[in-house]
């Protein structure tokens, strides 16, 4: 398995507070995505990172933020948390985006609620 | 514009007969294709991925998958399921033109294997 950890595993908040989700990985992958999955919509992208400091809006980035300041790490912020923002939270890492290299392996999920 | 269509979103099939997820998609460019696996309260696995090499491809656990451009279709097959097969797949296009937002997901097919 592809060394990528996602803490924390599980998280209940309240309405309108700060929370930030934290994906590591061992692997020195250039690429790495913030994806939530919600019934009936399969993953949706959020945020991605194409280098250390580099980073874009993906389909659904409305409430969020993103940093990336090592190679090794992508953290997702919501600055104010929602309940529509209750989902599960994937991070995923990829070597390239094109090529023999361009699967993304993914982290074992963040579950987040929002009361 | 790409898209990604699961023609099913549940399938049951018994224990030792053959499976089949299918899968259509467009893209404008050459894609590469990947089917995922998830099982509950886990990650993504990938199981295979097409990038346009042989149209068959063959994954992990006894699954293949044939690319038919004519069809624009990647179906997912395994001659005979186990207990173990029964989980959320996901179909997955990536244009080798995009850029790291390029995936597409489709929105999941759930395999039941009945005793």
């Known amino acids: 398995d592809a060394g990528i950890t996602q803490s924390p595993r599980h998280k209940v908040t309240e309405t309108g507070t700060p929370v930030t989700l934290r994906c590591h990985q061992t692997?020195?992958?250039?690429?790495m995505y913030w994806y939530r999955q919600d019934p009936g919509h399969g993953l949706r992208l959020i945020h991605y990172?194409?280098?250390?400091?580099?980073?874009d809006k993906g389909e659904v980035s409305d409430g969020y933020s993103v940093s990336r300041s090592k190679t090794e790490d992508f953290l997702l912020t919501l600055e104010s948390a929602t309940s529509s923002q209750t989902s599960v939270y994937f991070c995923?890492?990829?070597?390239?985006?094109?090529?023999?290299?361009?699967?993304?392996?993914f982290g074992p999920g963040t579950r987040l609620t929002v009361l | 514009a790409q898209s990604v269509t699961q023609l099913d979103s549940h399938v049951s099939v018994s224990e030792g007969t053959p499976v089949l997820l299918r899968c259509n998609y467009s893209?404008?460019?050459?894609?590469?294709l990947f089917w995922y696996v998830q099982h509950p309260n886990k990650g993504l696995q990938l199981l295979l991925k097409?990038?346009?090499?042989?149209?068959l491809v063959k994954g992990i656990n006894g699954f293949e998958a044939e690319f038919k451009k004519s069809e624009t279709s990647f179906h997912l097959t395994k001659p005979s399921a186990h207990m173990s097969d029964a989980a959320e797949y996901f179909c997955?296009?990536?244009?080798?033109?995009?850029?790291?937002?390029?995936?597409?997901f489709g929105k999941g097919t759930h395999l039941i294997i009945q005793p």
């Open positions: 995923a890492i990829s070597e390239s985006i094109r090529g023999p290299s361009n699967e993304q392996f």
């Open positions: 692997e020195n992958h250039r690429y």
């Open positions: 990172s194409y280098g250390v400091k580099d980073t």
């Open positions: 893209s404008s460019y050459s894609p590469s």
């Open positions: 097409y990038t346009s090499a042989a149209t």
């Open positions: 997955v296009v990536s244009h080798s033109g995009g850029g790291a937002d390029g995936l597409t």
